[in-house]
């Protein structure tokens, strides 16, 4: 169980690359399947080819690659591209999907990549491997429980607006009596104070007739 073989790339070049047994043909390989790549989707994917297993994974523009024999198992490669993604990451940011520089990431990363080829190939690979395994299972677990947090706490506030959205209409109709309410009573009052002012313009009409007849 062994990788034979790695190489990280973006769609402008190689960044880092290294193959243990200087076997050219399975370079020729990898930088063919690096140009045949969609770079904008994420993918992981193996093939089986002359004995061998070509594995790739596809992550924000850039490409791991590793060639490695077929008794390493599609799944162990494909763990093993992820950690290297991750190495990667964790080191250069963005730089590997913005540079245009052969090789720039070689010398810097190339002890790296080279350990760990030779770890994941050793005897206590298999153990490291299902280690990440059960990592990643862990966090997987966690984005899960995270995500039904969060969506339990978007049933709750989606719960408050519908609330606050009855509050807000009960409101409006109150206000709505208010107002009608306030402009029936101006219109009483308006009635009462015509009908006080009739009676007082008849009572005085009365009192000026009434002081007029005495005085005759």
Known sequence: ???????????SCSLAEHNINGDKKMSDIAHKLVKKLEFNQNSNESVEYETKTYSYRVFDEVVYICVTTQSFGKQSAALFLKYINQLFENEFGIR????????????????????QMKAFSSEGGQDKLRALQADMEKVKDNMQRNLQIVLDRGDKIELLVDKSEQLSSQSTTFAESSKSLRRHLWIQNVKMTIAIGVLVF???????????????
């Open 202 to 216: 008849v009572c005085l009409a009365f009192l000026a007739f009434y002081v007029k007849t005495k005085a005759h």
């Open 96 to 115: 590997g999907k913005a540079t245009k520089l052969t090789l720039d990431m070689n010398r810097d990363f190339l002890p790296t990549l080279e350990n």
């Open 1 to 11: 169980m062994t990788i034979l073989y790695c190489l990280i790339a973006n769609k």
